[in-house]
Every structure is written in structure tokens, then in C-alpha cells.
């Protein structure tokens, strides 16, 4: 599985609004939530799986990406949810740069190899330092879809 596999317009939030880890990750959770039609129950559920995730240790990659993950019942098949920040964010990543690239990947427990399979897509595909300075500067949703369509 890659990334194209699981990109969906629908899940793309340009700009994140949060200044904050625990933010950023709520509006992600707030976009897959809004696009599939999850009720409150089913939001706090996805919540608490990648906060849980988050606090077994930090997600950031470094190179001013993060992709918070988790496994969670609530989500069918997997999913990626896409988010570029105007301002940095501080992710405790490995290298200290704070991340503007955020790539939230949900799978149920049952697609773990293809969950495993998305995150090192993500991290192949985000190694050109032209590419993420072009995804930052990304206006809209509808660029970040063409960025990685090229």
C-alpha cells in the first residue's frame, strides 16, 4: 500500500489551524470524522487511540514532519489524513525541527502490514526537501492532491 493508495481530497486540511501537538491532532481527527460521518462516541474513540499512540512516544520523523497513527475498531479500512500548517508545531521530533507536514495514518487492527506499508510510503515520498517545501507552501487542498499526483 502507498500513499496514492489511501490520498483523498476529503481528507486534506490546508491550513491546520492548532499551534499545539494535542491540537493538531484533534483537527485531524476532527477532519476524518467530519468527511465519513463519525459520531462524538466514535471521534473520542479515534481521539484516544492516537493520543495513547502519541504518548508511547513521540511520532515526528523529523524534516518538519510528524505522522501520528493508530490502531483503532472504529476505523474500517486504512485511512490518511493530510495536514499542512502555516506556522511550526512543536512534535518532539528526533532531529528538533518543529513539523508544518502532518500525515495522520488510522487502520483498523486487522491492516496492520498495510498500515505499516503506509507510514514508510509517507516517509519515502517526503524525503525530497524540494517536495516538503512545496507541500508547505501548498494554498489549498486541491494543490497538495496535485503535488502529489506529479
Known amino acids: 500500500m502507498n500513499?496514492?493508495?489511501?490520498?483523498?481530497?476529503?481528507?486534506?486540511?490546508?491550513p491546520l489551524t492548532a499551534s499545539d501537538k494535542q491540537g493538531v491532532i484533534t483537527e485531524l481527527v476532527e477532519v476524518v470524522a467530519k468527511a465519513k460521518g463519525y459520531s462524538s462516541s466514535e471521534f473520542e474513540d479515534i481521539l484516544e487511540a492516537v493520543l495513547n499512540r502519541e504518548s508511547l512516544g513521540s511520532t515526528g520523523i523529523g524534516n518538519g514532519i510528524a505522522i501520528p497513527h493508530a490502531k483503532t475498531n472504529v476505523i474500517k479500512h486504512v485511512t490518511m489524513v493530510v495536514g499542512v500548517s502555516r506556522f511550526p508545531v512543536e512534535f518532539d521530533s528526533p532531529d528538533a525541527l518543529k513539523s508544518r507536514l502532518f500525515f495522520m495514518v488510522l487502520a483498523p487492527p486487522s491492516e496492520a502490514s498495510a498500515h505499516v506499508e503506509l507510514l514508510a510510503s509517507i516517509a519515502r515520498t517526503c524525503t525530497s526537501n524540494v517536495f516538503r517545501r512545496m507541500l508547505e507552501q501548498a494554498k489549498d487542498k486541491e494543490e497538495v492532491i496535485r503535488l502529489f499526483m506529479e
Open 3 to 14: 500513499l496514492l493508495d489511501v490520498l483523498d481530497k476529503d481528507l486534506v486540511k490546508v
